[in-house]
């Protein structure tokens, strides 16, 4: 697949480099400028990704941050038994748990959220770090959540780090999940004091948190351009009477509080 000139293979962390360093030095730098175009794709273009991965394993099969980087990249895909087997290879090769939890929502993926909850349960889950640790709770509630368990979903997420008015990298994501099992539960007003917690939290728009709030808020965004097309189809003669109605209309709105559909995230 081709390489952009722009891509030279620095681009990637120090420590993946380092184990690129048991290749030869054509076949490393190979190798690394499909981990860079991997990490370029996943998020826009994943089955972009996906396609630089197969090239990369194709190359290095036995570097364990290749096998990473294939496992994320078919992750992304929903391939989620290929995911699996990919981070089991990596995790034999690096001998670290880091990957426990993506390995347990894989499990979800494939339908075994009993097995999800074993994993969460096991001694891997103690070695993780905060990080981690946040994350695995994040897959357990998912697991009681996929098995119709939602009061059990909601506890698993209650713990310190939901109550800790610290803003951490998961903080939003672990707020986001918090309300979603609230509002499944039906606690509709705790679920939105939660989703208002996650906005606050939520920098740099890694949830669609405040789309939710507003769902609830009764809000709906208009399109903008859609409607002053609208407009340019009425007759001229009409244009007072349309004035008036819309001025009455946006009152209304904000009266009732009137705002937008959301485009839903994962859970």
Not at 101 to 124: F, N, S, Y
Not at 165 to 170: E, R
Not at 197 to 220: F, I, M, Y
Request: proline letters at 4%.
């Amino acid at each position: 697949m081709p390489i952009p000139e722009d891509v030279t293979g620095e681009e990637i962390d120090k420590d993946v480099r380092q184990e690129l360093q048991s290749l030869p030095k054509g076949l490393a730098d190979d190798v690394a400028k499909n981990l860079v175009m991997i990490a370029r794709l996943i998020d826009e273009d994943p089955e972009q990704a996906y396609g630089y991965a197969k090239v990369a394993l194709r190359l290095a099969s036995r570097v364990a941050a290749v096998r990473e980087a294939a496992g994320f990249a078919a992750y992304a895909n929903q391939k989620y038994g290929e995911a699996l087997a990919e981070f089991r290879a990596a995790r034999r090769m690096s001998g670290g748990v880091e990957l426990w939890p993506v390995m347990a929502d894989c499990e979800r993926g494939l339908g075994r959220p009993e097995k999800a909850l074993d994993m969460a349960g096991a001694p891997e889950t103690h070695k993780l770090d905060k990080a981690g640790q946040v994350e695995m709770r994040l897959v357990a509630a998912g697991a009681r959540r996929d098995m119709g368990q939602l009061d059990a979903a909601i506890v698993t997420l209650q713990s310190p780090e939901l109550a800790s008015n610290a803003v951490q990298p998961w903080t939003a994501r672990l707020r986001y999940a918090y309300a979603d099992a609230l509002l499944a539960a039906g606690r509709e007003d705790e679920a939105r004091e939660w989703f208002a917690k996650a906005v606050e939290s939520d920098k740099d728009g890694s949830t669609d948190a405040s789309d939710r709030l507003a769902e609830l808020d009764g809000v709906e965004f208009v399109d903008a351009l859609a409607a002053d097309a609208a407009d340019d189809d009425v007759p001229v003669e009409r244009e007072d009477d349309e004035a008036r109605t819309s001025a009455d209309g946006d009152r209304d709105g904000a009266v009732d509080g009137v705002v937008d559909g959301r485009e839903r995230d994962e859970d």
